[in-house]
Nanobody, 120 residues
Framework: QVQLQESGPGLVKPSQTLSLTCTVS??????????WTWIRQPPGKGLERMGA???????NISPALKTRTSISRDTSKNQFTLHLYSITPEDTGKYYC????????????WGQGTQVTVSS
């Protein structure tokens, strides 16, 4: 059974960089089936796909966030990390990591999510 768990700060200040790490167990982030995705949900709004990193290590970032978002991975730790730069209060929300099977917007495993609040 694949499990994902987000970790990182719950409170960050505007203009800083938000870094969140997803730790995967029960499966390898280098397994050819899948890509590994960051998704967020601001309060009262829908889910927003931020970006993903493929099993081969290639990032794919949402055009709306491409200028200030990066995703990297550490295969030795079976982790992938989101970096969101120049954050504002509008970046407040719940952040999830999830596995995408590669057949459209299908996510078969999710982390529990982590709340991030951007405030001075």
């Amino acid at each position: 059974q694949v499990q994902l768990q987000e970790s990182g700060p719950g409170l960050v200040k505007p203009s800083q960089t938000l870094s969140l790490t997803c730790t995967v167990s029960g499966g390898s982030i280098t397994e050819g089936c899948c890509s590994w995705t960051w998704i967020r949900q601001p309060p009262g709004k829908g889910l927003e796909r931020m970006g993903a990193i493929s099993y081969s290590g290639t990032p794919n970032i949402s055009p709306a966030l491409k200028t200030r978002t990066s995703i990297s991975r550490d295969t030795s730790k079976n982790q992938f990390t989101l970096h969101l730069y120049s954050i504002t209060p509008e970046d407040t929300g719940k952040y999830y990591c999830a596995r995408n099977t590669g057949a459209g917007p299908q996510y078969d495993y999710w982390g529990q999510g982590t709340q991030v609040t951007v405030s001075s």
